[in-house]
C-alpha cells in the first residue's frame, strides 16, 4: 500500500484495486482478533458494501484504499501494543509464582492438590478473578481421542498452567513424561504452556530439567524447591 502512495503522483486511478485491498485487510483483522485475542475493538468492512472499481469515481476509490490504510495502521498498533502487555503479563507471572508459591507453603505438600491450593490463593492475592482472569480445572481439550484438562488456564493471555509435585526420584521420571504428554495434549489450544514444578529435594539440576521442554516453542518449566 506504501508503494501505490508513492508511485505515479500524477494517475488519479492508482488506487483501483481498493476492493482487493478491503478483502486482504479484513482476513488479517480476523486473524488478529482470533490468533492474538486482541481485547480492543478492530474495524471489520462491510464487503458487500464495498463498491466495485467499475461503478466509483478516482477519490471514491482514494477514500476507501485510506481508509484501509489507517485501519491497518491501528491494526499493527494494537497487535505492538497487546503483544507487548501480555509478554509483560506472563514475565511478571512467571516471577510472582517462584517468588512467592514456597512462600505459601508451610509444611512440604503431600499431594499436587495442595500446591495448587497455594497457586490458586496467590492468584487471587494479585488481583486475578476467577471466571474471568483465570479457570481452574477448565479449557477441556481432546487429544488422540482423550480428554485433557489443564489445572489453570488463563484465556486472555492464551496461558495453560500446569502444577507437578515431584517427590521422589521416580516421581521426578514420571513427570518428565507427564509434561511431555501435556505438551502434546495442550500446544494447539494455548499459545504459553507453563509448567510450575514443585520439588522437594529430587530435581538434582534444574537447568538440564528445563533445557529439553523449555526447547519447544512456547513452553515454560519453572522448579520451585521447598
Known amino acids: 500500500?506504501?508503494?501505490?502512495?508513492?508511485?505515479?503522483?500524477?494517475?488519479?486511478?492508482?488506487?483501483?484495486?481498493?476492493?482487493?485491498?478491503v478483502k486482504q485487510y479484513n482476513s488479517l483483522a480476523n486473524a488478529a482478533?482470533?490468533?492474538?485475542?486482541?481485547?480492543?475493538?478492530?474495524?471489520?468492512f462491510d464487503e458487500s458494501k464495498v463498491p466495485s472499481p467499475t461503478n466509483t469515481i478516482a477519490i471514491v476509490q482514494k477514500s476507501i484504499f485510506e481508509n484501509v490504510y489507517a485501519n491497518l495502521a491501528i491494526?499493527?498498533?494494537?497487535?505492538?501494543?497487546?503483544?507487548g502487555m501480555r509478554d509483560d503479563a506472563i514475565l511478571g507471572l512467571k516471577d510472582f509464582l517462584v517468588?512467592?508459591?514456597?512462600?505459601?507453603?508451610?509444611?512440604?505438600?503431600?499431594?499436587?492438590?495442595?500446591?495448587?491450593?497455594?497457586?490458586?490463593?496467590?492468584?487471587?492475592?494479585?488481583?486475578?478473578?476467577?471466571?474471568?482472569?483465570?479457570?481452574?480445572?477448565?479449557?477441556?481439550?481432546?487429544?488422540?481421542?482423550?480428554?485433557?484438562?489443564?489445572d489453570f488456564i488463563m484465556p486472555r493471555l492464551g496461558v495453560a498452567l500446569?502444577?507437578?509435585?515431584?517427590?521422589?526420584?521416580?516421581?521426578?521420571?514420571?513427570?518428565?513424561?507427564?509434561?511431555?504428554?501435556?505438551?502434546?495434549?495442550y500446544g494447539k489450544s494455548y499459545q504459553l504452556l507453563i509448567f510450575l514444578v514443585y520439588d522437594i529435594g529430587s530435581i538434582r539440576d534444574e537447568a538440564e530439567f528445563r533445557r529439553d521442554f523449555e526447547s519447544q516453542e512456547g513452553v515454560h518449566v519453572l522448579v520451585v524447591k521447598h
Open 1 to 21: 500500500m506504501e508503494e501505490a502512495i508513492r508511485l505515479d503522483h500524477a494517475s488519479v486511478w492508482k488506487y483501483a484495486g481498493f476492493g482487493a485491498y
Open 33 to 44: 482478533v482470533v490468533e492474538a485475542r486482541l481485547s480492543a475493538p478492530i474495524f471489520v
Open 99 to 150: 517468588a512467592n508459591v514456597r512462600r505459601a507453603m508451610h509444611d512440604a505438600p503431600k499431594a499436587e492438590v495442595h500446591v495448587q491450593d497455594a497457586v490458586e490463593t496467590l492468584l487471587i492475592g494479585r488481583g486475578y478473578a476467577k471466571g474471568q482472569d483465570y479457570d481452574r480445572e477448565a479449557g477441556r481439550v481432546r487429544s488422540s481421542g482423550k480428554d485433557s484438562i489443564p
Open 162 to 185: 500446569e502444577v507437578k509435585l515431584v517427590d521422589d526420584v521416580r516421581r521426578a521420571r514420571a513427570v518428565v513424561d507427564e509434561i511431555n504428554a501435556d505438551i502434546r495434549a
Open 75 to 83: 491494526l499493527a498498533a494494537c497487535l505492538e501494543d497487546e503483544g
